[in-house]
């Protein structure tokens, strides 16, 4: 990079810090080419295949055009099975949208910044032809194995974008960036990644997991399972060397629509032991999530060499925090019954609701699929005085934060701050009892108004103004019995119209083998009146 760029990223800011420091939701987001300014020899390309489609192939025409003062390598329709690829200086590689990338278990299928004893990796992109996304297919691999599409190391000045990752809940991130080389180290910076979705993602990993970066963009992210965007510095080798190198943080990070549906969180962070820099993150939306956000706090690990069996702090670590100066806005949580939720936050679900959690583990190993939780779970938040008070604690500027669905005993701005005051004890249901940590028991949820799960059986039905609405036993059955014709109409939770149908007998039998378990409203309107219930469904 030349002085020059430098400079103008020093003015520019300086100035957001002089004009807008004390205001960070007025932060601008800069221009593209702050992130990523490449240049691109264009007189310089190659195709591949070119009647050889394997990995030294297509490794060979890399190196060659790096060497060569770069150039734009163009990949063609087709299904590649690769083993490892190093990405190099100068190469800007598209992707026609109807290629398939396909590999065996690996640490990753490409690298930017590994080779040659970490040596430096800059000015290269790695995006479709037209926009339209390709494919990872990692999806014929089994839960337990590693892969990733993409490892950042020393790299920079760089943009991935326009793909699909058909994963398999497999072990890792699709993109994962980390800190490589001696001290002081080298790690991704400058750069945008966009466009990009995952499917049936691991509830631990998810789409892109950066432990450090810096001068960053994200955008157009979504991912179904897990997190789309995780901002979490926990590799134990990280902490290490942070205890004597204060560069490798997270920091001056920005993110805009970041999505996540059936999974974990659309975004997350948790500094570990890191003290992190600033993160500006908005329009993010969580379709039956565990919560759209996760902001944790900073915290030790025992087993990694960090604390003591009494939790103080040894061998130089700390509980990390991400600067104050963070952002996230503009943020939409539409309740779901299909959320990854890990054993631990169980606790967080209505008593009413937890005839939703299905009991057997995931294939992740990890998460049940359960209801949402919340908006947001900001565990940072719980007992904050100030920065680093208690230790670990800290509190970002959110703002616009929306939800739609959840229970009325969801505290109304969206929020769990408090692992004890915002679970739900005592719950009188069938089925194992969900754990609850020491400290966070016997504390008063004062939002709780149930302790048994809603759910319509034969002799538990509801009667209002004439009607008796029930499940038959052991059926896909809804009976509405009434004493004059009805228009029935069935909501999901999300408020979609289901089913509809009118009932000119007493007694109304309808089919519900289409609609899954879970939550719905029923509304019955006739002549005289229109009621409406709550009901969950359970074969």
């Known amino acids: 990079m030349n002085k020059l760029i430098l400079i103008s990223k020093a003015i520019f800011f300086l100035a957001t810090f002089v004009c807008f420091g004390q205001n960070p939701i007025d932060r601008v987001l800069p221009a593209d080419d702050y992130f990523y300014n490449p240049t691109i020899n264009t007189s310089n390309q190659m195709?591949?295949?070119?009647g050889n489609n394997t990995t030294s192939a297509l490794q060979a025409m890399i190196d060659n055009l790096s060497s060569s003062g770069g150039g734009v390598l163009t990949i063609?329709?087709?299904?590649?099975?690769?083993e490892q690829i190093h990405m190099k200086t100068g190469v800007h590689i598209r992707v026609h949208p109807e290629v398939v990338f396909k590999s065996v278990p690996r640490n990753a299928l490409f690298r930017a910044g590994y080779t040659n004893n970490f040596a430096h990796v800059n000015n290269w992109s790695f995006q479709s032809t037209n926009g339209q996304k390709f494919t990872f297919d990692f999806s014929d691999l089994q839960s337990t194995e590693d892969i990733r599409a993409f490892q950042l190391g020393n790299t920079s000045n760089f943009k991935l974008s326009d793909f699909l990752v058909l994963d398999n809940f497999t072990k890792f991130n699709a993109i994962s960036s980390g800190a490589v080389g001696g001290t002081p180290a080298k790690f991704p910076t400058n750069g945008i990644i966009e466009n990009l979705d995952i499917k049936k993602a691991h509830y631990g990993y998810g789409l892109t997991q950066n432990q450090v970066a810096q001068n960053m963009l994200f955008r157009n992210l979504s991912g179904e399972g897990g997190v789309t965007l995780r901002l979490e510095s926990g590799f134990s080798g990280l902490a290490d060397l942070y205890v004597t190198d204060k560069t490798p943080i997270l920091n001056n990070i920005y993110a805009?629509?970041?999505?996540?549906?059936?999974g974990a969180h659309a975004?997350?962070?948790s500094p570990h032991t890191i003290t992190q820099g600033m993160v500006d993150v908005r329009d993010v939306t969580g379709v039956s999530c565990e919560a759209a956000v996760s902001i944790n706090f900073g915290f030790l690990s025992e087993s990694k060499g960090q604390s003591d069996a009494n939790g103080n702090a040894i061998n130089g670590h700390s509980e990390g925090t991400f600067s104050e100066d963070s952002v996230i806005a503009n943020v939409i949580a539409t309740f779901g019954t299909n959320a990854q939720v890990r054993a631990a936050r169980l606790r967080h679900i209505p008593c009413a609701l937890r005839g939703h959690i299905k009991m057997t583990i995931n294939l992740d190993d990890e998460s049940y699929t359960a209801p949402s939780l919340a908006s947001v779970y900001y565990l940072a938040l719980e007992d904050y005085v100030s920065?680093?008070?208690?230790?670990?604690?800290?509190?970002i500027v959110l703002d616009n934060i929306n939800h739609s669905g959840f229970s009325s005993e969801v505290r109304a701005d969206g929020l769990i701050t408090d692992g004890?005051?915002?679970d739900f004890e005592g719950c009188d249901i069938d089925g194992p009892p969900i754990w609850i940590k020491g400290e966070d028991k016997n504390t008063p949820n004062p939002l709780q108004t149930t302790y048994t799960a809603d759910v319509l059986g034969i002799d538990d039905y509801d009667e209002t103004s004439g009607f008796k609405i029930y499940q038959e036993f052991n059926s896909k059955k809804l009976m509405v019995i009434s004493n004059e014709s009805a228009e029935i109409k069935i909501y999901n939770s999300l408020g979609a119209l289901v089913k509809t149908l009118k009932s000119q007998d007493k007694s109304t039998a309808i089919n519900v083998s289409s609609l899954s378990i879970g939550l719905y409203i029923i509304k019955i309107k006739t002549n005289s009146l229109i009621a409406s219930k709550k009901i969950v469904l359970n074969y």
Do not use: D, H
């Open 47 to 50: 195709a591949f295949p070119n």
């Open 76 to 82: 063609n329709a087709g299904t590649y099975t690769l």
């Open 256 to 262: 805009r629509n970041i999505s996540c549906t059936n």
């Open 267 to 269: 975004v997350m962070l």
């Open 387 to 395: 920065l680093n008070n208690p230790k670990g604690r800290y509190q």
């Open 420 to 422: 004890g005051e915002n």
